[in-house]
Structures are given as structure tokens and as C-alpha cells.
């Protein structure tokens, strides 16, 4: 066993076979010139022995665990974001080595193309910090980091794995929710898009008339009472009710389309978790459903501390399937499940203007019991077509019917805004934005 551990982890330098190359080049001189024999066999057995110091200093008894190596990863990664991985590295030698660093990437990033090479001082250290950008949500397993160490002498090179495989799992992307939050609380949500919409009425629903207090506020004086009772009276306020806010996601095979290497699924659940948490900073309920043929998840919708951390596990688990998604099972469950008006946020995704049209019916009924807007997303290859230079007879016809797709998906808006449902129609990467000033717009109108 030592002796195939010895061979697995050694692996022979270029200056290795330089130096073969030239003791074998001097005794072929010799065979015409003998006496430079004696010059190569002294040249020869001084090359063996430091062979054998290379390799004594590599397997030497304070070698073997000369080295450790630490990866130090967040407690979960955030799908779409960038996350940051650090690297440590530190020796324990007396002496100076040069190392080649190989990282074993999880298999979702088909990345073959990492390497460090710097060298190490005597007992000194080593710290490198990478990102790492995942697309998808779902556990991702980190092997070994494979170091390869040399000394100066640089014939050989042993290899070290260190770093004991890791599993990190990818969520949805909590990075954006903070940083929306972050802006939300110190009031900078515009930087990012979102548009600065003002409170129309008090923030404040009105509760009763009561005696006038000393302390209480002479805004709220009302005047009417006061002329009628012979004293102050003033109005007395409590904070509005909470209003439901739920996110309809649909995980029907349309949702699979790709997009900057996230499918649509991914770019509505990163949003959800937006609105929602933008909900609960405005005083209101999130929820959650999701849906293909048949439901599959519902979280009712709370103010509780603890929701979103239970959005961020139910969403985690979410996966597109193949099928076709079904409205009618759709509004059977929100009819059971959410009998209190709502507004009810629906990600999905339209293939044509005749698909749609036939949901326009059960669309209608679901607006009919709650404040429902639709969300659906433009095809970005088919809308940079519409404005690409066409150069033979197959780009017309692709241009022409990317110009189709679109006006069809304009069509679309303004067919379901006919019927008094709200439509949002956006890229991917414009979508939390649009959706949060939306629900911002209806906060702000009172018609949740």
C-alpha cells in the first residue's frame, strides 16, 4: 500500500527529462569521444543523487503533513449571485516549496480550467478568495483541493489532497432580498429602478371619534364634532389591516425556457422572494402557490418572522416538470385555499396568443374574487431579431416573425387589461423591478 501511495501521488517535472536528456546526450558523445565517459557516469550519479534528495525532501518525515489546506465556503450560496469561496493554504516546512493548486469544482459548473501556481515561504501561508456564480438551485458538491508541491531542486512534484470534499446547497437568490431590503429601509429603492410612488390618503385606517386628549395630535381634530359636541373631538386612527400578497408561480415546461443560463423559473422565484419580503416590510402577508397540472405547494400567506425562512425552504425544492400547466386545478385551490381578497401575483408564460385566449375565461374569474396581475416575459433572441440587419431571404423571415411574436405578445396586454386584469409584460432581468413597482403602484392606490 505505501508502495502504490508512493506512485499514485508522484509525478515526474519537465526539468526532470531535461536532465535525462542530457546525461544520456553525454555518454552518446562518449561512445565517439571516450573520454568524456568518466565526465558522464560523474554527471550521471550526481544526478541520481539529487533525485533522491528531491525526493527525500518531498517524503520526508516532516513532509507528510507538512501541508494543510482549508476551503472556507458560505453556509449557502445564492442562485444567480456571486459568491465568494477563500482559499488557505499553509506549510509547515523548514524549507520553500513551488505549488500548482487544482480546485475540484462542483459538477453544475463544468469548470476544468482552475489553477494557482505561486510559491510558499518556509512555514508561510497562502490565501486566495474566487467567486463562484450558480445557476441553478439544488446541493453542490466540492471535492479535494489538489495541491502539487515541488522543491527548488524541481524534478519532482508530490500531490496533496486536502480539503475534505464539501456540500454546499444554492437557494433562491437571498442576495438580491437583501439588498433590496437594505434600500427599502434607508428609503434608496430608486437607485435600482424602482420608482418612488406616493401614499394617496393616511396610512393609518380610521377606527372612531373620541374627546380630545391633551397630547394628541391637532391635525387629527375633527371639526364637524367638535362644533356639534361643544368640545374637541379628533379622530382616532389604528394601522391598516394587513392585505394578502401571493406569488402564483407557474411550473409548467414553458417556465423551462433559459435565460442567461437561468431558466424563467429561477428568474420567478428570485423575484418572489423579493416581493414577498418587500410585502412584509410594507405591513402586509406573503404567501405562496405553485402549480403545473395540478398544485403543487401552498404556504398561506402570514406575518410571521419565521416566513421567510419557510419561502426560502418551499422554494429551494421547486422544480419545473414537462407538462402542461392547468389553470381550472389553479382556481379550484385558490377558491378553497384563499377565500379573502388578494392580490395574486402569476408568473408564467405564454407560447402564443392562442393559448392565451383560451384562459382568458378562468383568468377573468380569478380577477373577479382578487387583485390578480400576470406576469409574463418577452423571448430576448426573438426581440433582438426585430432589430437585426436581415442579410438573405431566411433572416427576413425570422425577423419577420420575431415582429409577429411581439405584437401578439403586445396583443396579449392590452386583450387582459380589457378585462381588468393587470399585465406585466418584461425581460428576465427586468422583471423584480417591474414587479415590485407594480405592487408598490397598487400599495400606494389603496387597492389591495
Not at 73 to 81: I, K, T
Not at 285 to 302: I, M, N, Q, V
Request: proline content about 3%; some cysteine.
Amino acid at each position: 500500500m505505501l508502495v502504490k501511495h508512493f506512485f499514485q501521488n508522484l509525478y515526474t517535472r519537465s526539468r526532470f527529462f531535461q536532465v535525462l536528456w542530457a546525461c544520456s546526450g553525454l555518454f552518446v558523445l562518449a561512445f565517439f569521444w571516450p573520454s568524456l565517459l568518466l565526465s558522464a557516469q560523474v554527471l550521471a550519479v550526481g544526478v541520481a543523487l539529487l533525485f533522491l534528495l528531491d525526493l527525500v525532501l518531498l517524503y520526508g518525515r516532516a513532509s507528510g503533513a507538512g501541508l494543510e489546506a482549508e476551503r472556507l465556503l458560505p453556509e449557502r450560496f445564492s442562485n444567480g449571485d456571486d459568491n465568494p469561496v477563500r482559499l488557505c493554504l499553509k506549510s509547515k516546512l523548514d524549507y520553500g516549496v513551488s505549488f500548482e493548486l487544482y480546485e475540484e469544482f462542483p459538477e453544475q459548473f463544468q469548470k476544468r480550467d482552475f489553477v494557482l501556481r505561486d510559491k510558499l515561504a518556509p512555514r508561510g501561508s497562502f490565501e486566495h478568495t474566487y467567486v463562484l456564480r450558480p445557476l441553478e438551485r439544488g446541493g453542490y458538491r466540492f471535492g479535494y483541493v489538489l495541491v502539487y508541491i515541488s522543491s527548488s531542486l524541481g524534478f519532482f512534484s508530490r500531490r496533496h489532497r486536502l480539503a475534505a470534499p464539501a456540500e454546499v446547497k444554492v437557494y433562491p437568490s437571498f442576495l438580491q432580498m437583501r439588498r433590496y431590503e437594505l434600500m427599502a429601509i434607508s428609503n434608496r429603492l430608486s437607485e435600482v429602478g424602482v420608482k418612488k410612488i406616493r401614499r394617496l390618503g393616511q396610512h393609518n385606517e380610521f377606527d372612531q371619534i373620541r374627546d380630545y386628549i391633551q397630547g394628541d395630535d391637532v391635525r387629527t381634530l375633527n371639526w364637524k364634532a367638535t362644533a356639534r359636541k361643544g368640545h374637541l373631538m379628533v379622530n382616532q386612527y389604528q394601522d391598516e389591516k394587513a392585505q394578502q400578497v401571493y406569488c402564483v408561480i407557474d411550473m409548467g415546461r414553458t417556465m423551462r425556457m433559459p435565460f442567461a443560463g437561468m431558466t424563467l423559473v429561477d428568474y420567478a422565484i428570485n423575484t418572489s422572494l423579493v416581493l414577498a419580503n418587500i410585502a412584509l416590510l410594507r405591513h402586509d402577508k406573503a404567501g405562496l402557490l405553485t402549480f403545473d397540472h395540478r398544485l403543487r405547494s401552498f404556504l398561506p400567506a402570514r406575518r410571521e418572522g419565521r416566513q421567510m425562512q419557510a419561502l426560502m425552504e418551499l422554494l429551494y425544492k421547486q422544480e419545473p416538470g414537462y407538462g402542461e400547466h392547468n389553470l381550472e386545478a389553479l382556481y379550484t385551490q385558490v377558491r378553497r385555499q384563499i377565500p379573502q381578497r388578494s392580490l395574486l401575483v402569476l408568473f408564467t408564460s405564454f407560447e402564443s396568443m392562442e393559448s392565451a385566449r383560451r384562459q382568458f375565461p378562468l383568468l377573468s374569474a380569478l380577477a373577479a374574487r382578487h387583485l390578480l396581475m400576470v406576469v409574463f416575459f418577452e423571448n430576448h433572441e426573438l426581440e433582438a431579431l426585430r432589430f437585426t440587419q436581415a442579410a438573405d431571404t431566411q433572416g427576413i423571415y425570422l425577423q419577420a416573425l420575431a415582429e409577429k411574436t411581439a405584437g401578439e405578445k403586445r396583443q396579449l396586454v392590452k386583450a387582459l387589461e380589457q378585462r381588468g386584469i393587470a399585465a406585466v409584460l418584461t425581460s428576465p432581468e427586468k422583471l423584480t423591478v417591474a414587479a415590485v413597482n407594480r405592487y408598490l403602484e397598487y400599495k400606494s392606490r389603496g387597492l389591495l
